[in-house]
């Protein structure tokens, strides 16, 4: 560890040059006056481990939470369409209504052959009590009465049908068809689609051997699973969905085409801001795992052999040390190799910190340099 540290001393100080020797021209002219400049300000934090919960973003496309299609029921021409493209419709509501003359004309006379059927049942009760018609001329009148009443029913059924109602509440699309078109002659015409948008889907696919890995991680201890089912939203711009989701279920087959498991999550979406057939990713807890290390992103520098981070050792001298970074959680990469609890990262001040000059550390937070380093976010808001 301690050749590689060097190492990597030897390049940072190379890729500083220039500026060293700015810096050393000026503190020549101080050491001359007499007067060593003060060791520079930075900000540390103090490395420790803790529990951090893993999570994994993967694309998807969302879909409605219900999709209804509004067919003819009934043949019919259409008189008139009575909502309004695009808007909110409820269950229930008439949405179509069809010439319905010949379906009255139909009801009107069912009803009258159900009329003459009752009457004829209702006089023959007391005549075949008295013998005066047979058993057989009664049990005919019944069952002219039960054809009556199911041809009632079948002549009420279409008449209804003349009036398209929605299937369900949402928000419907635009019409298929016009006034005065011939709808539902040899099947059921597709008039409009309603779909309800609020909760939404969002179908995502998870790779089936990165489902092998993680359970081969949770099988030998070195991660937990995650109990929490809350899920995020990062929209196409970058932005996060205001309101988190929950993840539903997971399929338990793999798709032998694509190698992948379909997965699915709700979000609420009361404002109607989520539409169906929009791409998003999802980002949902995947793992947990104990014993961490994290540390701010901007910490975490790059150079010409790979990761590196800015020390103050024991001497409150700055060190060089190499690392190796996982994953990002939120704004902080976790460190799988190179550090050590104790040691004091610098976060911000990073310019002024020169391999092996001494510096003052100051905690995160309550030294000069996380106003500095604040200021160019609070310009740019501005």
């Known amino acids: 560890m301690k050749?590689?540290?060097r190492s990597f001393t030897s390049v940072l100080l190379v890729s500083l040059l220039a500026l060293s020797a700015c810096g050393s021209r000026e503190g020549g002219k101080q050491q001359a006056g007499g007067a060593m400049p003060p060791p520079a300000e930075v900000d540390v934090i103090t490395v420790a481990t803790g529990s951090v919960v893993l999570t994994q973003d993967l694309p998807g496309r969302l879909e409605a939470f219900r999709t209804a299609q509004v067919r003819a029921r009934?043949?019919?021409?259409?008189?008139?369409?009575?909502?309004?493209?695009?808007?909110?419709?409820?269950?229930?509501?008439?949405?179509?209504?069809l010439d319905a003359r010949n379906y009255q004309a139909s009801y009107d006379a069912a009803r009258t052959?159900?009329?003459?059927?009752?009457?004829?049942?209702?006089?023959?009760?007391?005549?075949?009590?008295?013998?005066?018609?047979?058993?057989?001329?009664?049990?005919?009148?019944?069952?002219?009465?039960?054809q009556s009443e199911s041809a009632m029913s079948r002549a009420q059924l279409d008449?209804?049908?003349s009036h398209v109602p929605a299937p369900i509440a949402g928000r419907i699309g635009r019409?298929?068809?016009?006034?005065?078109a011939l709808v539902g002659r040899g099947e059921a015409t597709l008039l409009a689609t309603i779909e309800q948008v609020n909760p939404i889907y969002a179908n995502f696919t998870r790779s089936g051997a990165e489902l092998q890995q993680l359970q081969k991680a949770f099988d030998s201890g070195a991660l937990k699973r995650a109990k929490s089912t809350e899920v995020e939203l990062v929209l196409e711009d970058g932005s996060t969905y205001a309101q988190p989701g929950k993840l539903l279920f997971s399929n338990l087959a793999v798709d032998p085409g694509t190698g992948s498991v379909l997965l699915r999550a709700e979000f609420p979406n009361?404002?109607?801001?989520?539409?169906?057939?929009?791409?998003?990713?999802?980002?949902?807890?995947?793992?947990?795992?104990d014993n961490s290390i994290r540390v701010p992103q901007r910490a975490v520098q790059f150079g010409a052999q790979g990761q590196f981070v800015l020390l103050v050792d024991q001497e409150g001298k700055v060190a060089v040390r190499p690392v190796k970074t996982g994953q990002m959680v939120g704004a902080d990469f976790i460190v799988t190799e190179g550090l050590q609890v104790g040691d004091q990262v610098i976060v911000n001040g990073v310019q002024k910190a020169r391999p092996g000059?001494?510096?003052?550390?100051?905690?995160?937070?309550?030294?000069d340099n996380a106003a500095a380093a604040s200021a160019p976010a609070a310009t740019a808001q501005k």
């Open 357 to 367: 000059s001494p510096v003052k550390a100051v905690p995160l937070g309550q030294g």
């Open 175 to 180: 019409a298929l068809v016009t006034e005065g």
């Open 74 to 97: 009934v043949e019919g021409i259409v008189a008139k369409r009575l909502f309004a493209e695009g808007s909110d419709v409820k269950a229930g509501d008439t949405l179509f209504q």
């Open 113 to 146: 052959d159900l009329g003459v059927a009752r009457q004829t049942v209702e006089r023959y009760t007391p005549l075949l009590a008295a013998k005066a018609v047979s058993q057989q001329e009664f049990d005919l009148a019944e069952a002219r009465l039960k």
């Open 159 to 161: 008449l209804d049908n």
């Open 3 to 5: 050749t590689r540290t």
């Open 270 to 289: 009361p404002k109607q801001e989520l539409l169906p057939g929009m791409f998003a990713r999802i980002r949902f807890p995947e793992s947990v795992a």
